[in-house]
């Protein structure tokens, strides 16, 4: 039916198609690829909606209370209540939403009762008294490093004396930031750790053979590096300028401005030391990534030089042979003029044979030594001969 209306308001096509009987039914290969393209849109349409749900207006999240206590997992908390409640901006929940797995630009905002901090996979929102934790497409709930992350993240805002260790003086969201950095920061070196490993093994095989596949490795392992360069370099750009901005860093003492007090532009050496304490860290990772891209460079530059000097040899050995081939040509010129029969008294004497081949042969002699020599010449010229020549 639905065939047969499209024509009728087609009426070019309605004429040719007007065979085309009522009880038609296209065939099932149809069908079934039309049911696996409504399936894939459903299931894009789902990893795209991960993170948050557009018919009901909410965010999946996970809420510690001041006690470290976590919530129910993946709470959804509408955008309102974040906004009037929590008094998040909506380009912060902007942000969030298109948020992925393999964001590289890191972020930390100071607001006015909250901190947003934007770092690898995890994005929180950490307030005086609770965090909350958005969840990030692509990071289980269910893996070991997002448990491991929690219960660390829960001992920590707990602050209770275990083992023998004393409580941290530092207030709940200097705790809350310290847990999210050191997560990050271990991430991070287990990620150079591998592709460190991975680096070096290529190199060392590279010293022994160069073949198409270890090149394929190298310049994949490369391109990984470099994107690894490139994150680890903006979380230390990001911790480098909000050192450099007192306002924010002051701004940051959530408990002190909720219980009154206000502190100086000055006066925020807890929390500039934790910011350097872990910008040291990153800097040491840029530096060891930075010095293994090197290698990789220098390995590249090696390999390009044995190349060309390949290149160069196969080159010269055509040169050779090229030589050898008009010398050749020039005892083979003579040989075709005695070739065509024609009376030059030559061939009535006993040495002619001897005399003709002899000169053949020191003129191809000839011809092939003093090429050689030439050839020899361009392979030793530097720049201070060619200098002097033109002097």
Request: proline fraction near 2%; include cysteine.
């Amino acid at each position: 039916m639905l065939l047969h209306s499209v024509l009728r308001r087609a009426p070019f096509l309605y004429k040719r198609a007007s065979c085309i009987p009522r009880s038609f039914s296209w065939p099932r290969r149809f069908e079934s690829t039309s049911n696996t393209a409504v399936l894939l849109q459903k299931n894009l349409a789902q990893r795209n909606n991960a993170l948050y749900n557009d018919s009901n207006d909410t965010l999946r999240c996970t809420i510690l209370d001041s006690q470290g206590n976590v919530g129910t997992p993946s709470l959804e908390v509408k955008r309102e209540d974040l906004i009037s409640m929590h008094g998040m901006l909506p380009r912060d929940l902007r942000k969030i939403e298109k948020s992925r797995k393999k964001d590289l630009v890191p972020i930390l905002l100071v607001r006015e009762n909250s901190i947003f901090i934007s770092l690898l996979t995890i994005r929180a929102l950490v307030k005086c008294d609770t965090v909350i934790l958005f969840d990030s497409v692509g990071l289980s709930l269910e893996s070991r490093a997002h448990r491991t992350f929690l219960n660390d993240l829960s001992l920590r805002l707990r602050n209770q004396d275990v083992n023998g260790m004393t409580r941290d003086p530092l207030p709940y969201e200097f705790r809350a930031l310290e847990s999210i950095f050191v997560c990050a920061l271990s991430n991070l070196t287990a990620e150079m750790k591998v592709h460190l490993t991975v680096t070096r093994g290529i190199l060392q095989d590279l010293e022994y053979s160069i073949t198409r596949d270890k090149l394929r490795f190298l310049l994949v392992q490369n391109k990984k590096l470099s994107q690894f360069y490139k994150k680890t370099s903006l979380m230390g750009e990001m911790i480098d300028d909000l050192l450099d901005q007192d306002d924010d860093l002051c701004e940051m003492y959530l408990s002190s401005k909720r219980a009154g007090k206000f502190r100086d532009e000055k006066d925020h050496a807890e929390i500039e030391m934790l910011l350097e304490t872990y910008y040291a860290h990153v800097e040491e990772i840029v530096q060891t990534i930075g010095s293994t891209i090197s290698d990789v460079r220098t390995t590249e530059e090696i390999i390009n030089i044995i190349l060309d000097s390949n290149r160069n040899q196969l080159m010269l050995l055509g040169l050779r042979f090229s030589i050898g081939l008009l010398s050749m040509g020039g005892a083979l010129y003579v040989a075709s003029l005695y070739g065509m029969n024609l009376e030059n008294y030559i061939e009535d004497g006993n040495i002619g044979f001897l005399l003709v081949t002899t000169v053949c042969v020191f003129s191809m002699s000839l011809i092939f030594i003093y090429s050689i020599r030439q050839l020899h010449r361009l392979q030793k010229m530097t720049l201070t001969e060619s200098s002097k020549g033109k002097a």
